[in-house]
Structure formats: structure tokens, C-alpha cells
């Protein structure tokens, strides 16, 4: 299994100020994934990250409110931007195993937008 | 529309029962099936169903993938306190690598 890290573990931003999440994987990775998930509800898939390319948003997200990076196969980082209260969320990164096709998922990142 | 129904929402037992947690799936090229235990932020995984191992076990957990009915359920046998979390299923596709998340089940387990 993959071990993955993320950084801030949590935050508390104000409104309109941006936070940027950054995940650490301990292995090579082709695909990296990042998670919302609001309070009380399952996980939304926000974007998938290949290295290489240009991350493939989900629909209801965009590019200008969540970019995102990946500079090499061990590295993301997911930016919230210009952040107002409903964007507060445990934001999750994740990795596929390739050996087993497993997905495995960092610790999360708490924000709180106030 | 929902691709992944996970039954019940919640559900509240007393320690040593045995609980069944349900998912059911609709997509168009099933690859695997997944299921999580959430306790505080990071999901941690217990199973993973394909069509070639359509059966696991663990300790007191179990589960088990139907393909004909596009169903799982994951068994947990005498119950403890520590067993309390949201349970999460997710069904991969193959074409888009994509990973659809149920909402969940609650299980709360009283000593």
C-alpha cells in the first residue's frame, strides 16, 4: 500500500483568501486523485491529477476555483481559491496502487472558512 | 442520478450483534468494488471485490460482491465499540479509472 501524506492537516482561512493543500505520496504514482468531502456527506471527486498533463476536472468544478498541480509522480498540491464558508470540507488526496488497483487515501486536510 | 445506494443511512446496534451493511451499484463498466471505514478524516480501506474474487474475509469482517444483482454487503460478526464509523462503498469503472462513492452508512455500536 501507498503512503500518503497531506499538509496543512487543517486550517481555519478567512473569506476570500486562497489555502493550498499540498499531498505526498511515498512511491511513483500515475494517477493522483482529490476528494471534498462537506460536512455529513460522502466523498465528491473534485479533480484526477496525471502527472504530465492538465488535471480532468469533475463537472461543478473549474480550474480558476480549484488548480491544481502535479509536478512530478510523488507530488500534488489542490488550491482553493478565493475561499468563502460553504468551501469548508475535509479535502482528501488519494493514489491508486498500481500493483493492486487499490485506492488508498491521505490523512485529509479540515478547512474552515470563516 | 446515483450510481452507488448504500443501505441504511444509519444504523445503531449493542455490541456482539452482527450487522450487514448493503451497497448497490449501476455503472456501465464495472472494474471493482471498495469498501472504506471513516472514522475521523481519511478513509481506510478493508476490501476490495472484483470479478475475479468476488468474496473476502477478514477477521470479523466480511464481504461479498453479486455481480448479478450489482450488490455487496459487508458483514461485521460480534460487534464492538470500536466497530463505530461510516462505512463507505465505491465502485470503480474501467473506461475512466473513475471511483463513485455511496453516502455511506453510520454504524454505531453501544457497549
Known amino acids: 500500500s501507498a503512503v500518503i501524506s497531506q499538509k496543512p492537516s487543517r486550517d481555519i482561512c478567512q473569506r476570500g483568501t486562497s489555502l493550498t493543500i499540498q499531498c505526498q505520496v511515498d512511491?511513483?504514482?500515475?494517477?493522483m486523485f482529490w476528494y471534498r468531502q462537506q460536512p455529513g456527506q460522502s466523498l465528491t471527486l473534485i479533480a484526477t491529477?496525471?502527472?504530465?498533463?492538465?488535471?480532468?476536472?469533475e463537472s461543478g468544478f473549474v480550474i480558476d476555483k480549484f488548480p491544481i498541480s502535479r509536478p512530478n509522480l510523488t507530488f500534488s498540491t489542490l488550491t482553493v481559491s478565493n475561499m468563502s464558508p460553504e468551501d469548508s470540507s475535509i479535502y482528501l488526496c488519494?493514489?491508486?496502487?498500481?500493483?493492486?488497483?487499490?485506492?488508498?487515501f491521505g490523512p485529509g486536510t479540515r478547512l474552515t472558512v470563516t | 442520478e446515483d450510481k452507488v445506494v448504500q443501505s441504511p443511512l444509519s444504523l445503531v446496534v449493542h455490541e456482539g450483534d452482527t450487522v450487514t451493511l448493503n451497497c448497490s451499484y449501476e455503472v456501465t463498466n464495472f472494474r471493482s468494488l471498495l469498501w472504506y471505514k471513516q472514522e475521523k478524516k481519511a478513509p481506510t480501506f478493508l476490501f476490495m471485490l472484483?470479478?475475479?474474487?468476488i468474496e473476502k474475509k477478514s477477521g470479523r469482517l466480511s464481504s461479498i460482491l453479486d455481480k448479478k444483482e450489482l450488490s455487496s454487503i459487508l458483514n461485521i460478526t460480534a460487534t464492538q465499540t470500536g466497530d463505530s464509523a461510516i462505512y463507505l462503498c465505491a465502485v470503480e469503472e474501467y473506461n475512466f479509472n473513475k471511483f463513485y462513492f455511496g453516502s455511506g452508512t453510520k454504524l454505531n455500536v453501544k457497549p
Open positions: 491529477a496525471n502527472q504530465g498533463s492538465e488535471a480532468t476536472y
Open positions: 512511491s511513483q504514482v500515475t494517477m
Open positions: 472484483t470479478s475475479s474474487g
Open positions: 488519494s493514489v491508486e496502487s498500481g500493483g493492486s488497483d487499490e485506492q488508498y
